[in-house]
């Protein structure tokens, strides 16, 4: 797996329906998919959800291979997932028996279903992040999390951390892929050995990634320092958030959608 493969935090910029949405509507809407995801559990509502996610991703425009390519880094995570399932989950239809190990139709329903809602999961998330700039990322974020502004929970604080922490995921990777390429300009293996000689290896690509890192976030307070900064409290902003019928229409849609899929769970369609 190459750094280049990890997508996160990346954002294209673009003019479709789903780039226009407004960030608190995106938000919401993948919280309403994650529960429609873990709300299926047949065939015919992974279907409904796949179906939805599908006519998402072609309406942003986002590149497929974009999101294929960002999953590559759970590929590890997925194989994982999917043998446990498979040899751990007890049922009646038995497949094949090997030593210990009992494969059941249950456990390959199982394994196939959790790897796919893996799959459609960071999907999704991805989605979200790929079509909405850090900053209205932010906003939104401390629009719907407001209310809790009444019992001192620091909304914008959180949501600042937040979207700086997914700002600077690919500055760190780039930053990584140039030390890596310097250290192995200077003769450094991090391909070859076992896993604790690989683990060594990484010393000197790690101390040089924790400097810079510490650097980056001193000039990034300085910064902010220097442009009077003092958190929310009083402030103003250039985009203000408000709900268009697109937006209602979509939140709409995903809680019928997720309605259809709990009923449908319910009768066991």
């Given at each position: 797996m190459a750094l280049k493969d990890i997508t996160l935090g990346q954002y294209f910029p673009g003019h479709s329906l789903v780039h226009r949405l407004d960030?608190?509507?995106?938000?919401l809407a993948v919280v309403l998919y994650i529960v429609a995801l873990f709300l299926a559990e047949s065939f015919v509502t992974y279907g409904i959800v796949f179906a939805v996610l599908a006519l998402s991703v072609g309406i942003?425009?986002?590149?497929?291979?974009?999101?294929?390519?960002?999953?590559?880094?759970?590929?590890?995570?997925?194989?994982?997932?999917?043998?446990?399932?498979?040899?751990?989950?007890?049922?009646?239809?038995?497949?094949?028996?090997?030593?210990?190990?009992?494969?059941?139709?249950?456990?390959?329903?199982?394994?196939?279903?959790?790897?796919?809602?893996?799959?459609?999961?960071?999907?999704?998330?991805?989605?979200?992040?790929?079509t909405t700039s850090p900053i209205l990322l932010t906003d939104g974020i401390e629009s719907l999390l407001g209310p809790l502004k009444k019992i001192k929970v620091p909304v914008h604080e959180l949501a600042m951390m937040m979207s700086i922490a997914l700002r600077f995921i690919p500055t760190l990777i780039e930053e990584t892929d140039k030390i890596m390429s310097a250290q192995k300009?200077?003769?450094?293996?991090?391909?070859?050995?076992?896993?604790?000689?690989?683990?060594?290896?990484?010393?000197?690509?790690?101390?040089?990634?924790?400097?810079?890192?510490?650097?980056?976030?001193d000039e990034l307070a300085v910064a902010m320092e220097c442009r009077c900064y003092h958190g929310g409290e009083g402030r103003t902003r250039l985009r203000q958030l408000k709900y268009r019928r697109a937006d209602w229409a979509v939140i709409l849609l995903g809680l019928v959608s997720c309605v259809a899929i709990g009923v449908m769970g319910h009768f066991g369609l």
């Open positions: 960030p608190r509507t995106k938000i942003s425009t986002v590149p497929v291979k974009s999101l294929v390519r960002g999953m590559k880094p759970v590929v590890f995570i997925l194989i994982f997932t999917a043998v446990l399932n498979l040899f751990y989950t007890a049922g009646e239809h038995v497949l094949f028996q090997v030593w210990i190990f009992t494969v059941t139709w249950e456990g390959v329903r199982q394994a196939f279903f959790m790897v796919i809602r893996i799959l459609m999961l960071i999907a999704g998330t991805f989605l979200l992040t790929y300009a200077r003769g450094a293996d991090f391909e070859t050995g076992n896993l604790v000689q690989k683990a060594k290896a990484l010393v000197p690509l790690l101390v040089p990634l924790f400097i810079s890192a510490f650097r980056r976030a």
